[in-house]
């Protein structure tokens, strides 16, 4: 059985990358953190958060799970386990866990002091209720769904201890299960309509969900008899602040500015430009904390014409200048990645070799491939038919340097004879285009914790819509080797063997050109100085506020 035993204590700036025993660790995103010594921690205030992400539909991260859900869902919902800056799963709600020998069956020993904040008792029953909840084709869960795939069912041993049965060994269910889009909330809560459940959902975390004013705010408020904070945390009890007002400020020259006003005490999405200036400053601080997982990338549709070609597809890669476009435009804020795993994934491998820009050797692919000639725009044709690719781009996940990135690739692209659409639409309209395979090229985030990330994005299995229509492997690989290489690792119970295994998948994924590497998943935050303890979950790098005060 792991158990864990350690001090509640301050966390410090720190990026950690281990891979220790097997069901105990995963690599972690950087657990990123301004505490100082500013004294003792006062308690009460206010503080304004002002996001550049979409505002969700949904608060509640079961009902699609998208990277804005977790990011404020994770003040006032909480999982079974966490991960610490070494990489280590550790308690939350789950006090310990048992796998048993085959990996059949999980047994999972709950805490027996908490509640949620409706006053539901937290228990076995309730974790099966959410387990249901996130299966449920109703729910139109997509991140949670994907990640339960194993999960056959589950059973009440007794109160404070749950089953899990699989359907095969899962080595990364408690990677999966650290995430906050398996969060716990109250099954009565559960039991009301959907809209009801996405307007407040009830959690077991530091703060309560007051109010949500849409297009405007959501307010949060003090969980005041809060007591399930993770084993990392730096202190115990209830948060320190009394109320965060959520705020949804998209443009990102107005949400610096409210910052440098005193207007918002903390905005994500900086872009680089305001990242520079910010270190110039002493009133305003950077935390950098780049999401696990996968890196972020362009996935080239290998599921129908012009990319079902690898020629094609290598052709496309090699006509793009990445480098000179992530260097002028990033000034020094991301690191060009040539990976399909995060930096912060021990287990990514990385082969510069594949994504340099050569448009000589583009055109030779392209003429190899039956697309020789060219119309009188410069484009090539072949059979009458422009070599075009349609590339949706969400407004709401790409931050301006970032589509400025594209529209360079879609310049240097150009010279080599492709038509590059951009297709600037907001989030509703770009799931849409994936549902509806209207694209060619697509540039889409997705966050889950440890290399298993790659048999959610590119097994074939992904190319089936979960119930909520979204498909992860946008990339439509369909590869046989691929697919057991990725099946194997992910019910492979020693360390050496799975980390092979993934990186054998990782190789052939590169070499088949079905994705064009950018940099990591940027998370860059910028605070007033005197917010204190704001740290990064060493999970999937969203903030968590229940260690920040206000030092004035």
């Avoid at 009830?202 to 003090?222: E, H, N, Y």
């Avoid at 972020?296 to 480098?323: C, H, M, Q, T």
């Avoid at 360390?495 to 590169?510: G, P, W």
Wanted: net charge negative; charged share 20%; hydrophobic share 40%.
């Amino acid at each position: 059985m792991h158990t864990w035993s350690n001090p509640h204590r301050a966390v410090r700036a720190v990026t950690g990358l281990a891979l220790a025993g097997l069901f105990l660790t995963g690599c972690t995103a950087n657990d990123t953190s301004n505490i100082a010594d500013t004294g003792d921690p006062v308690s009460g205030g206010t503080l304004t958060y002002a996001s550049g992400d979409a505002e969700p539909s949904c608060l509640d991260p079961h009902v699609g799970g998208n990277f804005p859900q977790g990011m404020i869902a994770a003040q006032y919902l909480e999982s079974l386990v966490s991960r610490n800056s070494a990489g280590q799963i550790i308690p939350w709600l789950a006090e310990s866990w048992t796998p048993s020998p085959d990996g059949l069956t999980w047994d999972f020993t709950l805490r027996g002091d908490v509640s949620f904040t409706d006053g539901t008792v937290f228990d076995a029953a309730a974790v099966q209720a959410n387990i249901a909840h996130l299966r449920n084709p109703t729910t139109l869960s997509s991140t949670g769904y994907l990640a339960l795939g194993k999960v056959a069912s589950t059973e009440v041993v007794s109160p404070t201890v749950v089953r899990f049965i699989m359907t095969e060994p899962d080595s990364a269910l408690l990677e999966s299960l650290s995430q906050v889009w398996l969060a716990m909330e109250s099954p009565a809560a559960l039991e009301r309509s959907q809209d009801e459940n996405c307007v407040a959902p009830v959690g077991t975390g530091p703060f309560i969900v007051d109010s949500w004013v849409k297009q405007s705010a959501i307010t949060l408020v003090r969980n005041d008899d809060y007591v399930s904070p993770p084993a990392d945390a730096d202190h115990s009890g209830p948060a320190y602040l009394d109320q965060v007002i959520w705020r949804f400020i998209p443009d990102s020259a107005s949400r610096y500015a409210a910052l440098q006003a005193g207007q918002v005490d903390v905005i994500d999405n900086a872009q680089p430009d305001t990242i520079v200036q910010a270190t110039q400053s002493d009133s305003i601080e950077h935390l950098d904390s780049p999401r696990p997982g996968s890196s972020n990338r362009i996935e080239l549709n290998s599921g129908k014409a012009p990319f079902n070609d690898v020629r094609v597809r290598e052709a496309f890669i090699r006509s793009a200048n990445v480098d000179d476009a992530v260097s002028s435009l990033f000034q020094g804020t991301a690191t060009r990645s040539y990976s399909a795993l995060s930096s912060v994934e021990s287990t990514a491998v990385s082969d510069p070799t594949l994504f340099g820009y050569d448009p000589s050797a583009a055109a030779e692919l392209l003429d190899a491939a039956g697309w020789g000639e060219t119309d009188a725009d410069g484009y090539r044709v072949k059979d009458g038919v422009r070599l075009s690719v349609q590339f949706p781009v969400s407004t709401n996940q790409s931050i301006p340097a970032e589509q400025s990135v594209f529209e360079q690739i879609q310049a240097t692209a150009k010279e080599t004879g492709f038509e590059v659409k951009l297709a600037p639409l907001d989030l509703s309209s770009w799931y849409a285009a994936l549902a509806t395979n209207d694209y060619d090229a697509v540039s889409a985030p997705y966050t889950k914790v440890g290399p298993d990330v790659l048999r959610i994005l590119y097994h074939s299995d992904s190319i089936v819509p979960a119930p909520s229509g979204y498909f992860a492997n946008l990339a439509q690989v369909n590869d046989p080797q691929i697919d057991e290489l990725l099946t194997t690792a992910a019910s492979t119970t020693d360390v050496a063997e799975r980390t092979s295994l993934y990186a054998d998948a990782q190789n052939r994924i590169l070499a088949g050109f079905y994705i064009l590497p950018l940099y990591d998943q940027q998370n860059h935050y910028l605070l007033r100085s005197d917010v204190v303890g704001l740290r990064t979950l060493p999970t999937v790098a969203v903030p968590t506020l229940y260690d920040a005060w206000l030092n004035r």
